[in-house]
């Protein structure tokens, strides 16, 4: 999972999760500042503890574009998480969140470019959909994946405030633990 800080990523993890507490859900954006591996239970499992170690799991890379950090952390994110997404074989998707209220920022299409550029695997998820009222909802869903450069059936739409989307999303997330 990637997306730019308080995009709701942290949100979204502890609710795929079912825990409150996995992902720290931050009042003050930026927080995730290291790569968090997670792994998924299945349904009837204990609930799942972050982990060092993970074969099949759910990654929560740091926020992008947040500037009130530490310059030395600020230059260690680019090289980071680059290596990150280039050399992780077992890196079967990534989930690249956008506001689905504000729509892809201008560092969002920089991610989804580069992703694009080295053919790695992605899909894009738009998060707080409860923000958009349902009348404008497909609207919406049109513009968002436009600006994405994809079909509005591409793009997940979720709201971990009103739990929409959250089963479908949960869905695939299982699939691709089990599948790869
Ligand atoms: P992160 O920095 O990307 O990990 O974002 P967080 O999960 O910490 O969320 C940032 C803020 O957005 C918090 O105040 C969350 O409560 C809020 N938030 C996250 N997801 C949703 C959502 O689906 N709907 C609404 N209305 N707020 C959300």
Redesign the pocket.
Known sequence: MV?R????????INKLASRKGL?Q???T????RVINLFSLAKPGDEPVTPMSIVEHGVVDLP?YGYAAVSKKEKSGWPAMIESYLMKRESLSMLFV?VDGEIGPTKLDLQMLDWLRHHERPHMVVA?????VRPSKLPGRRRDVSRACYLDPDDVFW????SDLGVDALRRAVRALLIHG
């Open positions: 997306g800080s308080n995009v709701g990523k942290s949100s979204l992902a859900v931050s009042k954006p930026g927080r995730t926020g969140l998060t707080k959909a409860d923000k979720v709201s971990v405030t």
